[in-house]
């Protein structure tokens, strides 16, 4: 109980400071900030696999900066070095018969780190990169540093290919796309992208009153409570969806099967829990290795929390729920009947030509997509998606 007195206020601010604003601010973004979130509290790293130009690095930084924290951003090539990652060897010091590297400013003094085509860098880059990404250590020669980084975001608009490259890989516990922004959200694009650009003109406006962020320090206060939550209740079906993936052909290997516990717990913080529950596995859906695996596991994931849920529900009162274990998608129900309605309607339009109907069948089937993403918490609910998912696919035929 003292750890939730401490956990409860901490989420909740950081919520409303934070991830909330960072959600109004950047349209269908609202996955990969929450995503963002989950990845700091629990101290691992997620990889964004999109093409440029969708906001990747823009979020990240903005996150740093709602927290105060510091950031460092860097575009690998080919020919990068690992002095533009890891900073120069201190000249200073090296007279004195010394190698230490001045990292000021750079991905060893950072506390949030953004880097971008994360797959092109050479071998002396990359082998670095794996303590740093997994140990949270940085080594040079018999230098030895401990980093404070919370998170490591990489960027990339490939997936590798190189089996060299397979160890780095499996350092991004979660992997997610960034895609642009659907025509519909055009609008909100428009509106809000311009907002953004003024502020960048402008400048940076008037500094927060004391104690209105989220600091770096409270999110490190945060992070200390995760070894507090209790994850042996869901061992046993933990491990039997972890089963399921595997046999499904994902490789899904040791490591990363003990380290998604971190993010199993950090989704239980943010649910103000100090116990996992399975509806903590929303965070398992972002564990594909190829992006042909992630409808597979989605389902599996989302058959776990169905049962769970429904479980519960007969039981008592059912647990809270990260919203992304119910509702990645941010629509209710009522919002994806609305929108069927309308391309319904819109289809008994005899005037339409086959490249209209062929649209509107496509968006059809988006909305069926946003539908499986939905777990219902209610009797009057499953019934509504059931009868709406049902309609929908008689649309189909």
């Avoid at 959600?23 to 790293?45: C, H, M, P, Q, S």
């Avoid at 992304?324 to 339009?349: H, K, S, T």
Wanted: glycine share 6%; proline share 5%.
């Amino acid at each position: 109980m003292e750890t939730l007195k401490i956990v409860e206020p901490l989420v909740a601010k950081f919520r409303k400071t934070t991830i909330d604003p960072l959600v109004e601010r950047f349209v269908d973004r609202k996955e990969t900030i929450e995503l963002l979130a989950v990845t700091a509290v629990a101290g691992e790293n997620l990889l964004l696999i999109g093409p440029p130009g969708t906001a990747k690095s823009q979020i990240v930084q903005d996150f740093a900066a709602e927290l105060e924290g510091r950031y460092f951003e860097c575009l690998l090539t080919r020919f990068s070095e690992p002095n533009e990652l890891f900073g120069p060897v201190d000249i200073a010091r090296l007279k004195e018969g010394i190698v230490e590297t001045n990292t000021e400013g750079m991905l060893p003094d950072a506390e949030f780190a953004f880097i971008d085509e994360v797959f092109n860098g050479n071998s002396a880059i990359l082998n670095s990169m794996l303590n740093v990404l997994n140990e949270r250590t940085f080594r040079r020669g018999r230098e030895r540093r401990r980093l404070a980084l919370f998170c490591v975001v990489g960027a990339s608009n490939r997936l590798p290919e190189d089996p060299g490259l397979r160890a780095l890989y499996d350092r991004f516990l979660l992997r997610a796309r960034c895609d642009p922004v659907s025509d519909g959200s055009l609008p909100l694009l428009f509106d809000r992208g311009w907002k953004i650009e003024q502020a960048r003109i402008r400048g940076p406006g008037p500094a927060a009153a004391p104690g209105a962020r989220f600091t770096t320090g409270e999110l490190r206060t945060l992070c200390s409570a995760l070894p507090d939550v209790a994850v042996e209740p869901i061992r046993a079906p933990y491990l039997e969806l972890v089963r399921r993936i595997r046999g499904a052909g994902v490789a899904l290997s040791d490591r990363r099967v003990v380290r998604l516990l971190r993010l199993v717990a950090a989704s239980a913080l943010f649910c103000g829990r100090v116990e996992a529950t399975p509806a903590d596995f929303w965070v398992l859906r972002y564990a594909w290795d190829a992006e042909t695996q992630a409808g597979l596991i989605d389902e599996l994931v989302t058959q776990t929390i169905r049962a769970y849920v429904e479980q519960a529900e007969a039981a008592g009162p059912v647990p809270a729920l990260h919203e992304m274990a119910v509702n990645r998608a941010g629509l209710a129900i009522a919002d994806l009947g609305r929108r069927f309605f309308e391309l319904a309607q819109r289809a008994e339009d005899a005037t339409l030509t086959e490249l209209e109907r062929l649209d509107l069948k496509q968006r059809m089937t988006e909305l069926l997509r946003l539908g499986s993403w939905i777990v219902p918490t209610g009797a009057d609910d499953r019934r509504a998606l059931g009868e709406l998912t049902a309609q929908i696919k008689a649309k189909l035929k």
